[in-house]
């Protein structure tokens, strides 16, 4: 299904606007053209550091990497982190698996329904809690949204990146239909902590199907509206096509995961691969792209975002009915109408709260696919209320790893553009 | 590239396309909520500021000095002291207090909370020039109330 | 009184009336581009200053008055401090040259030619003035003594370099035309209907001169020097208060006189677009047609990315340098030919 | 899962010091000399081709006195879509060797390991805090570190272009 890609057919690429279909470069190619690039910095060069962030307005978030300039050019990197660190692992192993929810809002704060999302499917694997159907669809339409709201964000953040400020404030506009259907939906906009142990804490409200249906019909033209803007722009084009190579073998070795490895021609999707919540009775299409350049990482984003809308609407139609948290007491704090009506419920929910859900011995690995990559959540638990150990790892930790042979060779005007294309979130790379 | 290409590029067709984007933006309508000016409602599921609910009838707190909601909070930023002996056998709430530079707004406490006490309102403007008035008392959640939902009233 | 004294007097309202009103649409064309940045974006844009915000300038001028002016420690102190005049000043003496009426006008029974300085190298002079503008950003670039600043500088000396070429060799081909280095002449040649104006027959030098003007105002998609996304600030980096609004302030005189240099050599300068037209004032020709060209400046800045460094370089050498010399061959072919 | 388990017996048949299967996981654990030669193996035959490592991470148990620490490599193999947890128990104070000339994903995986856990790892070629400040005491996620307290953090002036 995934996995080797280069060899496989692939559907003529439906471009929208601009150039017509690209022809496929072979990975070799590939290696050549980065190759070429990373020949800039053979040899001695005098250099001039500067510090690229914290403080940089173009840097995201508080990364920091101190860059050797020979001239405009880029020889050397040295990437820091840590200054949004805040210890999540060690506040997980001193609170229940319940209470963690909300702290992991705050890894990818841009998509915290994912990280909420990646963290239950974890507990409950390693609690073995049936997810109801109906929760499962609403987790995948939530978690699509999320993604949506991620990626339009990148694209503002990234386009303006390049210098078109106009950009930026329309993604933004764009993006609050979604925040607004996420505060009718669990009353946040940005830190949802919908996501509980066995299904979702609320259910859809009234009139929501209906206005998230309008959303998911009229984001695609908004899409459009950015590629008229941008797709064909000899200036975006000039700045993104042949920046920042990097081809599968580099993506693997350097643990890159997320529309970053799937522009370098890898199928890897793990909606597709190892499906959770409701993926594997949705039809859609992992987007593809072979370039692996920062170009084509802006194809593969736009062209997951149509999935996106085509994901949620489907899943809108298919809503089963039934209850949205599973029917488990020894693992799912209850909720709240039965609290109030039912004295078992009642119970229950004081045993969760005063000692926690009830979990195995044993350690499990999960990974799901969050819009920036894949994130995979360690749990340890020893049979108490509390993770032994709980490790995150966050895509973003080892996107931000990656920068050293990603900017090597690349002009200073290109650094911002390569940090851009590969997505990075310091709350998540700073855990 | 073909001619067609270059005569493209020669008359910037790209460029007046995206241009033609902006530019019907230029005309077009504005989203801008002038916010002092005018406010966006919030949907009822808003996690705002925190109320205590009392009965509308006696007046009586409706909470029962659980500790579910300072047991659960993430931050741990809910402080309840309790005492007994009031007349009707039930627990005297001596102290409710929420320190919201600590409140993330998760929303938990109103979840675990086994007697629909202590909601969160819709009041989204809490900033201040004094970091003290970020410490509610039960008689600021208290007087919260009034901003609640009125399902969550009912309930 | 005698003719010069009352020539000399004109000249005296000529030069204060001309500055005043170049310096005077600062604030406002400063205002316009925010609310338009706004307009472009879906957003209202400044509205709390003022009706709709329109003093909006005058609060930010209070505002950087009021700060404080730092200097780097280890700053080029005397060149630190230059550095902002020499941007604007040139701008305010190319405006001496740009024409807003025609030669020997009548007023109260007195010949006046409405330019202030009717000069023969008029389009020599210009060049010339541009070029030193460049020195304003270079010294701010090196005296900062910032790695960002240095790079800023760096980047606007070799982009000006690349750019003054094909923008010289792009106004030959109006020179050729109008067979005159005078601006006054250069506007007399258009004389009649908007047809007649050079932008037709010179539609090469003219997007040539348009794309290099906006390089040499250092705007986006070129604003290179400055560069938020890259260089932090620039050459701006280490310049806060009023020197920063100094450069500012130059940047948008040097806009104003940029739209009238193209005004006047490719669209008739104060010359009504229909002889039937004539009766408005060609000073009111000349602020609309400026007008417009900042309006296509903000436009253009409020769409398009920006270029990088040496693609930059790349269309200033390669492309736009024979582009221009095949346009001035033609030119010449069909101006000797005719 | 079970084509990784008999590909991995057959070849470390002896060597291997235990193996769990959990919630379809399955885990393996080795010896530290030997980690870097399963690793390797890993990655390279082509019938396991795990390519990526997901994660390492360490951790730490106080009640298991000879080896409280541990050590957990997350293997994923993208080509096959399976999944490997490589397990090496280490002493306090034993070093374990570093990963990342079979991984350069490893790198930062290591350093913040070393940092939270103490876990040396032989060969690193910059192994320094990546996450806590440059003079932070202590290893903070050890079980008997505490979870509130202020360590470190004040702003460095002697630092000034070493780094």
């Known amino acids: ?431 | 590239m073909g001619l067609k290409d270059i005569i493209k590029k020669a008359a910037f067709v790209e460029i007046i396309q995206g241009m033609s984007v902006t530019g019907a933006y230029f005309v077009g309508p504005k989203v801008t909520v002038e916010y002092p000016k005018e406010k966006i409602s919030v949907w009822p599921r808003y996690r705002g500021l925190h109320a205590l609910l009392s009965d509308p009838d006696t007046g009586r707190l409706n909470c029962c000095g659980c500790h579910l909601c300072a047991t659960i909070c993430p931050s741990q930023c809910i402080y309840i002291e309790t005492s007994e002996g009031a007349v009707d056998g039930r627990k005297h709430i001596d102290t409710f207090d929420i320190d919201l530079a600590r409140c993330i707004f998760c929303g938990f406490c109103e979840e675990v909370c086994p007697c629909a006490a202590i909601v969160m309102t819709p009041v989204y403007e809490l900033a201040t020039y004094d970091k003290g008035d970020f410490y509610l008392t039960k008689e600021k959640l208290l007087a919260n109330q009034v901003n609640a939902h009125k399902e969550l009233i009912k309930r | 009184m005698s003719d010069s004294a009352v020539q000399f007097f004109f000249l005296l309202i000529k030069a204060i009336l001309w500055v005043a009103v170049g310096v005077g649409m600062v604030p406002f064309i400063i205002y316009f581009e925010r609310k338009f940045a706004g307009f472009f974006q879906s957003r209202v844009g400044p509205t709390y200053a003022g009706p709709w915000g329109s003093l909006q300038s005058f609060g930010d001028m209070a505002k950087l008055l009021s700060k404080e002016d730092l200097t780097p420690d280890t700053a080029d102190k005397p060149v630190f401090r230059l550095a902002p005049y020499i941007l604007f000043v040139p701008g305010f003496l190319v405006m001496a040259l740009v024409p807003f009426g025609a030669l020997g006008k009548d007023i109260f029974g007195y010949q006046v030619d409405l330019v202030i300085a009717d000069f023969d190298a008029g389009v020599i002079m210009f060049l010339a003035l541009g070029s030193i503008a460049v020195y304003g950003i270079v010294f701010a670039g090196w005296a900062s003594n910032n790695h960002w600043s240095l790079l800023g500088g760096l980047r606007q000396g070799a982009q000006m370099i690349s750019y003054e070429l094909s923008m010289g060799l792009a106004l030959v081909g109006v020179i050729l035309v109008s067979n005159s280095l005078n601006f006054s002449e250069i506007v007399r040649g258009q004389s009649g209907n908007f047809w007649h104006w050079y932008f037709i027959p010179q539609i090469v030098s003219f997007a040539i001169f348009f794309v290099a003007s906006i390089a040499e105002l250092n705007r986006a998609p070129f604003d290179l020097a400055e560069a938020e996304q890259e260089l932090v600030a620039g050459h701006l980096t280490e310049y806060s208060g009023m020197r920063w609004g100094l450069f500012q302030f130059g940047e948008y005189v040097n806009m104003v006189v940029m739209s009238a240099v193209i005004a006047t050599l490719f669209f008739g300068g104060y010359k009504a677009p229909f002889t039937f037209l004539e009766f408005v004032p060609g000073f009111m020709w000349l602020l609309a047609k400026v007008l417009f060209f900042i309006f296509m400046y903000m436009w253009i800045r409020w769409t398009l990315p920006r270029y990088r460094y040496n693609q930059l370089m790349d269309i200033g050498w390669k492309i736009f340098l024979p582009l221009a010399i095949a346009n001035l061959a033609v030119t010449a072919i069909i101006v000797s030919v005719v | 899962m079970k084509a990784v388990f008999d590909a991995l017996e057959g070849r470390f048949a002896g060597r291997l010091l235990g193996s769990d299967f959990f919630r379809g996981e399955l885990t393996f654990t080795v010896a530290p000399e030997d980690f870097i030669e399963v690793a390797t193996f890993c990655r390279d035959e082509p019938s396991l081709a795990f390519e990526r490592l997901d994660c390492l991470v360490g951790n730490h148990f106080p009640g298991r006195r000879a080896a409280p620490f541990e050590v957990t490599a997350h293997l994923t193999s993208v080509s096959h879509t399976t999944r490997l947890r490589l397990k090496v128990t280490l002493a306090e104070g034993q070093k374990m060797p570093t990963a990342t000339e079979v991984w350069p994903s490893a790198n930062w995986d290591e350093r913040e390991t070393w940092e939270m856990y103490g876990i040396e790892f032989e060969g690193h070629p910059n192994l320094i805090r990546l996450l806590t400040t440059e003079d932070f005491k202590g290893f903070p996620l050890r079980k008997d570190f505490p979870l509130r307290g202020t360590v470190g953090g004040r702003i460095r002036t002697d630092l000034k272009g070493k780094i």
């Open chain 1, 1 to 431: 299904m995934s996995g080797s890609t280069h060899d496989t057919a692939h559907p003529q690429q439906d471009h929208v606007h601009g150039a017509a279909a690209k022809p496929r470069p072979t990975i070799e190619e590939l290696k050549a053209r980065k190759a070429r690039t990373r020949q800039r910095v053979v040899g001695d060069h005098e250099t001039i550091t500067v510090s690229m962030g914290p403080q940089h307005p173009s840097m995201h978030g508080v990364y920091q990497a101190v860059v050797d300039l020979d001239g405009e050019i880029v020889v050397r990197t040295r990437p820091g982190i840590g200054n949004l660190h805040r210890g999540v692992e060690k506040l997980a192993e001193h609170r229940t698996y319940h209470q963690f929810i909300p702290v992991t809002d705050r890894l990818d704060y841009l998509s915290s329904f994912a990280m909420n999302h990646g963290y239950c499917e974890a507990v409950e694997t390693l609690m073995g809690v049936e997810v109801p159907a109906r929760a499962r669809y609403i987790r995948t339409i939530a978690h699509e949204l999320c993604r949506l709201s991620n990626h339009i964000l990148w694209l503002g953040v990234h386009i303006m990146d390049f210098g078109a400020q106009t950009f930026f404030l329309i993604c933004f506009r764009d993006r609050e239909y979604i925040l607004d259907l996420f505060e009718m939906l669990c009353g946040a906009r940005l830190t949802h902590s919908y996501c509980r142990i066995g299904g979702v804490s609320k259910d859809l409200p009234d009139e929501w199907a209906h206005r998230c249906l309008q959303v998911a019909d009229f984001l695609p033209k908004r899409l459009a509206e950015y590629e008229r803007l941008i797709k064909a722009n000899r200036i975006f084009l000039k700045r993104a096509v042949g920046i920042g190579i990097f081809t599968a073998d580099d993506c693997h070795a350097w643990r890159i995961t997320g529309p970053t490895l799937r522009s370098a021609g890898v199928a890897r999707d793990l909606r597709k691969d190892e499906p959770y919540a409701a993926y594997d009775e949705v039809d859609f299409e992992v987007a593809v792209e072979y370039n692996a350049d920062v170009y084509d990482r802006f194809l593969v984003r736009m062209k997951e975002m149509r999935e996106s809308c085509s994901i949620i609407r489907q899943c809108l139609e298919n809503t089963p009915d039934g209850p949205y948290l599973a029917d488990d007491a020894a693992h799912v704090l209850p909720l709240k109408k039965y609290v109030l009506r039912d004295a078992a419920a009642m119970v229950q929910d004081f045993v969760h709260v005063f000692k926690g859900p009830q979990v195995p011995k044993g350690e499990v690995y999960r990974a799901i696919e969050v819009p920036k990559g894949e994130m995979g959540v360690y749990i340890v638990s020893d049979g108490g209320p509390k993770p032994q150990r709980l490790h995150v790892a966050t895509p973003s930790f080892y996107h931000g790893q990656a920068v050293p042979p990603l900017f090597e060779g690349e002009m200073i005007a290109d650094v911002v553009g390569i940090f851009g294309s590969i997505d990075v979130v310091l709350g998540d790379t700073d855990r």
